[in-house]
């Protein structure tokens, strides 16, 4: 990412509120004599600005970030069909985003970081495809305008929800792609056995030759996938997660720490979540789930 942020623990800031006492003379022996009536002093008001709700590895995830991650999921092209993105879900996410951003600090791979080109790409795709901004007519200004304004979204949170996408997926590609080759055998395969199948008796169906270089391109993500997924399943039991906030423990990953208590490492966590995140990695950009 170009802009690196070191996000810090969240204080609650208390507000302590001052009052003046009046002194009140009062006269027995009609003579001036000073007695000071103390009002009683009202209870100092405290206000909760944000957060902690979990730490992974020392880094906090605050509620605001957990909010932003919500109202972001309209932008999740991956999300189609899967229902509403709970807290307990969007939490998972951003823990494993947290981890995979730790990972690339720590390789310093600046490869990953998305070219002004790439943002501008994948805007446009959204603008232009993703089903809620076509109904939006977010193609044009005063649509995607509107379309923020709905959802309580800018411009510059939306960039940063790409930039920081982008990064992870090129990081992914660097790091699972190179080296891994398809051979003519596995896609001759994949096109009989899985192809093949899904055409309806009567349905023309594309030559081998037509659809070869598409067949390559899902097998090598399968692979991708396969070995993203199996190294972020490694990252997350080496990693120290805990969870702060008991309501956002998701039943399906038994492996975090429960509030108050910090999972070490080597001790086993949860399977990892579907290494799509937001949509495979190869098609839309990771969001990481």
């Known amino acids: 990412m170009n802009a690196r942020r070191n996000l810090a623990f969240a204080f609650s800031m208390a507000f302590w509120g001052s009052q003046l006492v009046f002194v009140a003379q009062i006269s027995s022996a009609q003579t001036p004599s000073t007695q000071p009536e103390t009002q009683p002093e009202s209870a100092p008001s405290t206000e909760t600005l944000d957060r902690v709700v979990a730490v992974v590895n020392q880094k906090a995830i605050l509620s605001s970030e957990l909010d932003e991650e919500m109202q972001l999921a309209v932008l999740d092209p991956g999300r189609a069909g899967r229902g509403v993105l709970t ?9 494993s985003r947290a981890m995979i951003h730790q990972q690339i600090r720590q390789e310093d791979l600046e490869t990953a970081e998305p070219t002004s ?5 994948r805007l446009k795709e959204i603008r232009t495809e993703l089903p809620a901004c076509v109904r939006a007519n977010c193609a044009t ?7 923020l304004a709905s959802h309580e979204l800018t411009p510059d949170r939306v960039e940063s929800y790409l930039r920081s996408r982008l990064e992870i997926l090129r990081f992914i590609e660097v790091r699972f792609r190179e080296g891994i ?20 008796p009567g349905e023309k169906i594309p030559p081998l030759e037509q659809v070869s270089q598409r067949i390559q391109e899902i097998l ?16 997350r039991k080496q990693g120290e997660i805990e969870v702060l906030d008991p309501s956002l423990e998701a039943a399906d990953t038994p492996g975090t720490a429960a509030p108050g208590r910090r999972r070490g490492r080597g001790v086993s966590t949860a399977p990892s979540p579907d290494p799509r995140v937001d ?3 190869s098609q839309q950009g990771p969001g990481i789930e």
Request: glycine share 4%; aromatic share 12%; proline share 7%.
């Open 141 to 147: 200004e005063e649509g995607w305008k509107a379309f």
């Open 181 to 200: 080759r398809i051979s003519p055998e596995e896609i001759q395969t994949y096109y009989h056995e899985t192809l093949i199948p899904q055409y309806a």
């Open 87 to 95: 807290p307990q879900r969007a939490l998972q996410q951003l823990i």
């Open 279 to 281: 949509e495979t990695p």
């Open 117 to 121: 080109e790439d943002l501008s790409a």
């Open 220 to 235: 090598l993500q399968q692979q991708v996938n396969l070995l993203f997924s199996g190294w972020l399943d490694n990252l």
